[in-house]
């Protein structure tokens, strides 16, 4: 049977069990909205903004393992769409976005919202097509989710012009794809897995630094039998944070520019460190000039090659899916007659122990004005430890990223590659419609939220309740924080004039909203926002914080782990 | 150090922007990239003669393997290899100037494949310092304008880049 190129491109995502797709019309797309229409396959959302469309579906691929879907129209639905996309690049999200394009005879005619999408988004794309012949829709769309969720996972766009969502073609869905030029290793290399595991086995000072590719690879399994097993302790990146269970004895917590005291000082002085679906970047171990004046050997397990030997130079190598060569170590371990030396590891832990003593997340808890970090405790006490919780960016992220203890993988979600602040909001829609049921907060700043206010209405639309934590100092934080550091308290232009009156503004839009003045309220207005009575109602807690209060530990640029400034 | 690049990409639209893309996006150096089908039409084969470290060149050669259009990437400088350039050069072939450069092309093995009252046009392949040493060589009032198409390499004896 002939069908229209939108027609199949609608079927295409049934095919591909897509349930839900974060999009806005335009008129290039126009065609492939009204068989959205005309189908009850999947669920269409209609955001506010392109760039929400796509951090929608990049939450709901994080808090699912799926991959995320976005169609937007051609020219500003495009380059509004490029945010996001540079931000699910980023953090390797799967995800499938389709744009519209121009009919292609109008293509480089500088037509009316016309733009070379394909070349805007080159840089930060896994891979794009632009779809010239609708022969060639079909494959073209299974290749896009093929290459989106396999390997290292990342954002494939697709560009269909008009004229191509109007003709008419046979149509057949591809049940399988190979292309000769994309072949993904999942099994690591067996012999590096025996020197690696020798190398664990041998191991005084072992740490385990564990990061995004855990959660992506759905490894935390194998990650938290591998470390119990071996009894070896673990720290995660800001990527990994519930990879291994934060409130397990051998947690060391976060690493990296903000990490603990005890998770740093560990990684640097360890003698024998494996990296797993990380990526030794420069807010983790700082300068590698620095990382390198302690001595360790080095195992790093990746899925991409390229991501391996980049920064830091590593002994054993091991390219492969995360969980496969989890799996393997495991079994070696287990068949090994050998075990770490345990009287070393004892002396090893109980350094780090000491380490731990410093209790470097230390801040006021008798404070008169609310400490953000309180906050976020209450929070993580309150849910249980349950929630989804997603982030912006900038210093409540930080802290949410410190004192939310994650257990479990997939629950914390923010934009740790880009850092695009006005992803909370827009993920979040995404993670709660994937999880009707969860508890999902937003934790946010004032200057982050402005960024995607306007999903407000979206979350009414289609009765989101998610419950949005907005610590409210009045200042762009982490700008504020640095420039009180590194530029002599010169505040420029990081100081939040003129804020909406948030409570009401959520209720413009349809939603509950607290404002929040007093330490001692902070427990009541969360429990209210999370009450059954409140359950199928977004609730903005506008918590107004202390404007002073800084991120502590911090490794300030071009040092290295070893030089914290502690509160 | 120098190392001549060669890969095999699918012959499709924007293959080269994603390794020209690559590059610039990378701070990778780029001495000169050449680019045409193969006799598998469905394939295109470029040459990159780039620098640097050991260091940048396994990342060069990683991340050109992890584009996805990408089929077969080799580091000819790894081992035995051919690399050849061609150059045109235009020449002043007036007065004194007609016999020198003729016999400047032979001494270089070039050959005049234009010839004008005023001009010869002289085709000279070789190794890019063979074209490099001609052109030092020459008087610079004599020279009018040069074109080179950047090196193509290939691997001596057996070994072989195919998909």
Redesign the interface.
């Known amino acids: 049977m002939e069908l229209t190129g939108a027609e199949i491109t609608v079927r295409c995502l049934a095919e591909e069990g897509v349930e839900y797709v974060f999009g806005y019309p335009g008129g290039a797309v126009l065609n492939i909205y009204d068989e959205i229409y005309k189908q009850d396959k999947f669920k269409h959302v209609l955001v506010r903004h392109e760039q929400a469309a796509v951090h929608a579906a990049d939450g709901y691929s994080r808090a699912t393992g799926r991959t995320g879907v976005a169609l937007v129209t051609s020219g500003p639905g495009a380059t509004n769409a490029v945010t996001g996309i540079a931000t699910a690049y980023m953090d390797s999200i799967p995800m499938v976005v389709i744009s519209g394009q121009v009919p292609t005879p109008a293509i480089g005619m500088d037509a009316f919202q016309e733009v070379d999408t394909?070349?805007i988004t080159?840089?930060c794309v896994?891979?794009n097509f632009?779809v010239k012949d609708i022969r060639e829709l079909a494959s073209t769309i299974k290749k896009a989710f093929y290459?989106a969720s396999t390997g290292r996972p990342g954002p494939v766009l697709v560009d269909i012009p008009k004229d191509v969502t109007q003709f008419t073609t046979e149509y057949e869905y591809p049940k399988s794809i190979s292309?000769?030029?994309?072949n993904p290793v999942t099994k690591g290399h067996t012999g590096q897995i025996k020197r690696a595991v020798q190398m664990l086995l041998n191991a005084k000072r072992p740490m385990i630094y564990a990061g995004g590719g855990v959660i992506l690879s759905d490894a935390a399994k194998q990650l938290t039998e591998l470390a119990r097993l071996l009894g070896f302790p673990c720290t995660n990146t800001l990527m990994g944070l519930g990879g291994f269970p934060a409130s397990d004895p051998l947690s060391v917590g976060m690493l990296g520019m903000h990490g603990t005291y005890e998770a740093n000082m560990a990684v640097h002085h360890s003698d024998v460190l494996v990296a797993i679906g990380a990526r030794f970047d420069d807010r983790v171990i700082g300068n590698p000039e620095h990382f390198y004046q302690e001595e360790r050997q080095i195992i790093h397990i990746d899925i991409?090659?390229?991501s391996i030997?980049?920064r830091v130079?590593v002994d054993v190598p091991i390219v492969g899916n995360v969980p496969e060569v989890l799996t393997e170590m495991i079994k070696l371990i287990k068949a090994s007659k050998e075990k770490p030396d345990q009287a070393a590891l004892k002396t090893w832990l109980t350094q780090i122990e000491l380490w731990r003593s410093r209790d470097c997340l230390k801040y006021d808890r008798n404070s008169d004005i609310i400490k953000p970090q309180f906050v976020l405790e209450k929070l993580h006490e309150i849910t249980g430890g349950d929630a989804f919780v997603t982030s912006d960016v900038g210093q409540h992220q930080m802290w949410a990223a410190q004192f939310y203890k994650f257990d479990k993988p997939r629950r914390w979600i923010n934009s740790g590659g880009l850092g695009t602040m006005g992803f909370g909001l827009p993920a979040a829609m995404g993670v709660q419609l994937a999880h009707p049921e969860a508890m999902v907060a937003c934790v946010t700043g004032e200057g982050s939220i402005q960024m995607n206010i306007q999903e407000l209405a979206t979350c009414k639309q289609f009765n989101i309740p998610i419950k949005i934590i907005l610590l409210n100092n009045r200042y762009l934080g982490m700008v504020r924080q640095w420039q009180e550091f590194f530029y002599g308290e010169r505040y420029a232009e990081s100081y939040m004039d003129t804020l909406p009156d948030f409570v009401k503004l959520a209720e413009a839009y349809g939603h509950a909203g607290r404002r929040i003045d007093n330490p001692a309220e902070v427990e009541d207005a969360l429990k209210w926002a999370f009450s059954a009575e409140m359950k199928d109602t977004l609730v903005f807690l506008d918590f107004r914080t202390d404007q002073t209060e800084n991120v502590y530990p911090m490794i300030p640029g071009g040092k290295g782990l070893s030089e914290m400034i502690l509160v | 150090m120098r190392h001549i690049i060669s890969l095999l990409?699918?012959n499709e639209?924007?293959a080269l922007?994603?390794v020209a893309?690559l590059f610039s996006?990378r701070g990778y150096n780029i001495e000169s990239l050449t680019v045409a089908p193969t006799e598998d039409e469905t394939m295109s084969r470029m040459t990159i003669v780039t620098r640097g470290s050991d260091?940048v060149i396994?990342?060069i050669t990683?991340?050109l393997?992890?584009l996805?259009?990408?089929?077969k990437v080799v580091d000819l400088s790894d081992g035995e290899h051919i690399e050849r350039e061609l150059m045109l050069v235009k020449v002043r072939a007036e007065g004194e100037w007609r016999e020198e450069m003729k016999r400047m092309s032979d001494i270089f093995r070039g050959r005049i494949i234009d010839v004008t009252d005023k001009t010869y046009t002289i085709e000279m392949t070789g190794a890019g310092h063979k074209l490099d040493a001609f052109l030092e060589a020459l008087d610079k009032s004599a020279l009018l304008e040069t074109v080179r198409t950047g090196a193509s390499g290939i691997g001596r004896g057996e070994r072989i880049l195919k998909?």
Do not use: C, F
């Open positions: 394909v070349g080159r840089p896994k891979h632009l290459i292309l000769r030029s994309y991409d090659p390229s030997s980049k130079k | 990409m699918e639209a924007g922007s994603r893309g996006a260091e396994e990342q990683k991340q393997n992890k996805i259009d990408t089929v998909s």
